[in-house]
């Protein structure tokens, strides 16, 4: 059955064409709900709770781009709002422009993205989110600060400390792949 068959089940409450929708997107989403959370079980719980608001809105998708884009977009929201009600961010910081532009970025070499995405799941919850919003999903720092409900700058300065933590990282296990070759 093809996706507009199924999108067309979903807005009739017809239980085989969610099933069906959700077994198609489940593992696209679950990586998305991966970033975004602490363990496996808490992207399972965004996972279900986003599931049940695309299928509870879904009469509002007006077919104007990807379906797949717009379930992901839920999934990322479902995820903001679960951070949220945890409230992890009443310690965040602002910094400066010139400590967030001095920021140079890091090199990947030899790294595989699962390497990767295991340290970007390593990071605090603020980082993460902060991270995959903007540099993943492509949020501005403007969007990004009106979703958590902290400031811009705070916004800026949460990425420039995942990076760094990241960078951190990567030389740690590049320096280990460079004395295994040794």
């Known amino acids: 059955m093809d996706i507009e068959c199924l999108i067309e089940g979903c807005r009739l409450n017809d239980r085989k064409s969610q099933e069906a929708l959700y077994l198609a997107l489940a593992s696209k989403m679950m990586a998305v709900c991966l970033r975004y959370s602490n363990s496996q079980f808490d992207a399972e719980e965004i996972l279900q709770a986003g599931f049940i608001k695309v299928f509870n809105s879904i009469h509002h998708f007006a077919g104007l781009g990807s379906f797949e884009g717009w379930v992901r977009r839920i999934m990322v929201n479902t995820a903001i709002e679960s951070s949220r009600n945890r409230r992890v961010f009443q310690n965040i910081d602002d910094i400066s422009e010139s400590e967030y532009s001095d920021f140079n970025g890091f090199e990947i070499d030899q790294l595989e ?41 705070a916004s800026k300065s949460q990425l420039s400390r995942a990076r760094v933590r ?9 320096g280990g792949l460079n004395e295994i070759r040794l």
């Open 113 to 153: 993205v699962k390497d990767i995405l295991t340290m970007i799941q390593g990071l605090s919850i603020g980082y993460r989110l902060v991270f995959n919003m903007y540099v993943i999903e492509g949020y501005t720092h403007k969007e990004i600060a009106e979703a958590l409900n902290i400031s811009e700058s």
């Open 166 to 174: 990241l960078q951190e990282k990567i030389k740690k296990m590049e």
